[in-house]
């Protein structure tokens, strides 16, 4: 009933930039927290960057100050900027979100299909 659908991912080089989208569509009443996880051969998923409703932020220690979360309440879409990326940034980027779909105080936890994220050296 709720999906959440992301654009952005690709090659670059180091040092380049991407930046990530990620819509939720479908029968939403409102959005709470959201994030960015990604995984990369042979390791764990890990948190990228995590965003409020408030717009309060956190971020992995490793991309803080390269990368930046925000979110247009409006459009239902957060989006992640990546700058000065570094080869350990390849992965697969998987968009997360908890939203409520119907008229109770119920927040249920959705993920998107990832997109992956290419950096050469």
């Known amino acids: 009933q709720v999906q959440l659908v992301e654009s952005g991912g690709g090659l670059v080089q180091a040092g380049g930039s991407l930046r990530l989208s990620c819509a939720a569509s479908g029968t939403i009443v409102s959005i709470n927290n959201m994030g960015w996880y990604r995984q990369a051969p042979g390791r764990q998923r890990e948190l990228v960057a995590i965003i409020t409703r408030a717009r309060g932020t956190n971020y992995a220690e490793s991309v803080k100050g390269r990368f930046t979360i925000s979110r247009d309440n409006a459009k239902n879409t957060i989006y992640l900027q990546m700058n000065s990326l570094k080869p350990e940034d390849a992965a697969f980027y998987y968009c997360?979100?908890?939203?409520?779909?119907?008229?109770?105080?119920?927040?249920?936890?959705?993920w998107g299909q990832g997109t992956q994220v290419t950096v050469s050296s």
């Open positions: 997360n979100a908890w939203v409520k779909s119907n008229s109770g105080n119920f927040y249920t936890e959705y």
